[in-house]
């Protein structure tokens, strides 16, 4: 997880349930990515899940404010036509959550030792 000023990153390889507290306060960006399962972006500002989509497919998105991100993921290139977007959706996923929280994950946030803990 990366944190910043008013914000969070999480890349998720498990896809476990967080409760919506989490970004109590703050605004919070999960990328759920793994071998075994499709990836899924969510975007949540202050308990409230505001954008919501598969990183192959960003066309279709859900949420309280599906288009809030839209002008970053048009910079970002991403295909908002409905055609899947077959390039690295992970990096651009992570693109777009640094865009969204102002949190940019580098190589030391990788290396760095991880925070783990019961979301009970």
């Known amino acids: 997880m990366g944190t910043g000023d008013g914000g969070a990153v999480l890349v998720d390889y498990h896809c476990q349930p967080l409760p919506e507290s989490l970004s109590q306060g703050t605004e919070v960006a999960r990328l759920i990515t793994g071998i075994t399962m499709d990836e899924h ?3 949540f500002v202050d308990g409230v899940m505001i954008t919501s989509f598969e990183p192959f497919f960003p066309s279709d998105r859900n949420g309280s404010d599906p288009n ?3 002008a ?3 910079a970002l290139g ?5 055609e ?3 390039r690295n959706s992970t990096a651009l996923a992570i693109a ?3 865009r969204a929280t102002g949190v940019t994950l580098t190589p030391t946030h990788y290396t ?3 925070i ?3 979301i009970d």
């Open 41 to 43: 972006f969510v975007y």
């Open 68 to 70: 809030r991100l839209l």
């Open 72 to 74: 970053h993921m048009q």
């Open 78 to 82: 991403m295909a908002l036509d409905g």
């Open 84 to 86: 899947a977007d077959t």
């Open 96 to 98: 777009l959550a640094a």
């Open 112 to 114: 760095a030792e991880h």
């Open 116 to 118: 783990v803990g019961s």
